[in-house]
């Protein structure tokens, strides 16, 4: 069984920056790819950016280029989402998700495994 444990949400002000981190524990996946998706009520769960397994490859959805930068340290399990310029419509549960092999996709059903989700509130 594998675990995907978000932290780091919060309530920010507009402008401001938070770092969500995601940490997976239980079974080895090596190597998977990560991403994050966010969800906000009545809207479906919409990708926001995504990692290979060594880091090299990234992507993000247009409305967060150039604000926020994934990363992950592999040897602690753990992938990162620097959050800066933050904007209200930026709020939404962050979802952290993991899949098999080296690459990433971009939409949620070819991710085999999510965390709970952690809050984040922009407030104007």
């Known amino acids: 069984q594998v675990q995907l444990l978000e932290s780091g949400g919060g309530l920010v002000q507009a402008g401001g920056s938070l770092r969500l981190s995601c940490a997976s524990s239980?079974?080895?996946?090596?190597?998977?790819?990560m991403a994050w998706f966010r969800q906000t009520p009545g809207k479906e769960r919409e990708f926001v950016s995504a990692?290979?397994?060594?880091?090299?490859?990234?992507t993000y959805v247009d409305s967060v280029k150039g604000r926020f930068t994934i990363s992950r340290d592999n040897a602690k399990n753990t992938v990162y989402l620097q959050m800066n310029s933050l904007k209200p419509e930026d709020t939404a549960v962050y979802y952290c998700?993991?899949?098999?092999?080296?690459?990433?996709?971009?939409?949620?059903?070819?991710?085999?495994?999510w965390g709970q989700g952690t809050q984040v509130t922009v407030s104007s």
């Open positions: 239980g079974r080895t996946l090596d190597p998977h790819a």
């Open positions: 990692i290979s397994w060594d880091g090299v490859g990234t």
């Open positions: 998700a993991a899949r098999l092999g080296y690459y990433y996709r971009t939409t949620a059903p070819e991710y085999d495994y």
